[in-house]
Every structure is written in C-alpha cells, then in structure tokens.
C-alpha cells in the first residue's frame, strides 16, 4: 500500500478551524484517500474519504490537491469531542480489502 | 443496529492461560478484521475474512494466535498460551464488501493484560 505522512501532534482551540495534512507523494491513479478517527478509549470510526474532489460530510470536510500527492481534513469549528488521533490512509488498486494505519496524528483541543 | 460487538471488554489472566477474544459483525457485512493496538506498535492488522473464509493471516504474530469465523454472526480470536506480551486492546471490526470506498465499522475493543 502506498504510504502516507502525517505531523505526529496538533493543537487547536475550541471552535476554530482546523487543518490536518497529510502527504501521499505516491499515490496511485485510483487510490482512494480515507481519514479515519480514535477518540480515547474507542475504537477507529470513519470520518471522509475521497478520489479527487473536494467531501463534505456532516463530520468534516477532504481538500484534495489537484495532482492528489496531498489532502487536507478539515474540521470547521473543533470541539472538546473532537480531541482524537486521525488517520489518513490509503486503499490501493490491486491492494486486498484490509485498511493499513499508520501512527496519525494526535489533535489537542483546548477550551 | 448495534454495531460490531465484541467480549470480553476487559480480560485479565496469567501468563500460560488460554484467551478468547469474540466479535459478532454487522449484519450483512462480508468482510470480518482483526487488529491489535499497542503504544509500541500502533494499530496492527491480524487477520481477516471475506465471507467467513480467511483471506490474510499474514499479521498473526505467532502460532499461538488463531482465528476463526464459523459463521457470519460470529467470530473468535484465540491465544493459547498467552504471554505477558499479548497485552494490548483487540478490535474486531466489519465492513460491508468489496470496494476501496467501503468503509470499515469497528468495536470498542478487548482490554487483554496478561500478567
């Protein structure tokens, strides 16, 4: 599976944007890029995935770069609950079914 | 739904013990994974299913571990002999099928410590 990098640690403060990159330079044509996230004492849950366009969901939003080699998750106004570690990760064409993590990033909000 | 179930959700036992860690999936998902979390090692895939048969076992650590799907509503992850250095939280998670779209659906874990 094609790797992806990703700051170890973030800090925000409530109700303000956050930005969270991650970098796939090896990205494959049909390789889907999916954000997964662990809050404390939980198992991973799914936040976004996406191809080439921009996703917007009810948890957060995926900017993709045009030549795809990064993204970005954005969460448009962090909360307390939204302190977790997030995982970028990518499916690969021709790869098996399993989803391969990597270390994420641990985001801090402060009050 | 009531999501991917697993138990024990805590387990504590000696080393040399058997452990058996179980999952039930979604209903109507095809696909069943293991994984293994520790601080060291991060989140690690054991072991998964496709339709109850095992697809990859290349992650199981060890001949002590083994996993089994007897059916689709029901899955096990055994250690027998367990060592002090099997401690870790377990998922099982579950997803509906074939896609690099599908995503996948996890439970709250197995605390495992093995003393």
């Known amino acids: 599976d094609a790797k992806t990098t990703q700051p170890n640690s973030m800090e925000s403060n409530e109700e303000e944007p956050v930005h969270l990159p991650c970098n796939h330079s090896?990205?494959?044509?049909?390789?889907?890029i999916h954000w997964y996230r662990q809050l404390p004492s939980q198992g991973p849950e799914y936040v976004i995935h996406?191809?080439?366009s921009n996703v917007n969901n009810r948890m957060a939003s995926l900017a993709i770069a045009e030549d795809r080699k990064s993204s970005t998750l954005i969460l448009h106004r962090a909360t307390l609950r939204d302190a977790a570690v997030y995982y970028c990760?990518?499916?690969?064409?021709?790869?098996?079914?399993?989803?391969?993590f990597g270390k994420g990033t641990k985001l801090t909000v402060n009050p | 739904d009531a999501g991917v179930i697993q138990s024990p959700r805590h387990e504590v036992t000696e080393m040399g013990q058997e452990v058996t860690l179980r999952c039930k999936p979604i209903?109507?998902?095809?696909?069943l994974f293991w994984y293994r979390q520790t601080m060291m090692r991060g989140l690690e895939l054991l072991i998964y299913?496709?339709?109850?048969?095992?697809?990859?076992d290349s992650g199981m650590p060890e001949d002590r571990f083994s996993a089994k799907m007897p059916n689709a509503s029901f899955s096990t992850l055994k250690i027998q002999p367990s060592e002090p250095r099997d401690s870790a939280v377990y998922f099982c998670?579950?997803?509906?099928?074939?896609?690099?779209?599908?995503?996948?659906?996890f439970g709250s874990g197995t605390q495992l410590s093995v003393l």
């Open positions: 998670a579950s997803s509906p099928g074939q896609g690099k779209n599908e995503k996948l659906f």
């Open positions: 090896t990205i494959s044509g049909t390789d889907y």
């Open positions: 996406g191809l080439t």
């Open positions: 990760i990518l499916r690969t064409q021709g790869g098996s079914e399993k989803l391969v």
């Open positions: 209903s109507g998902h095809d696909y």
């Open positions: 299913f496709n339709n109850n048969v095992p697809i990859d």
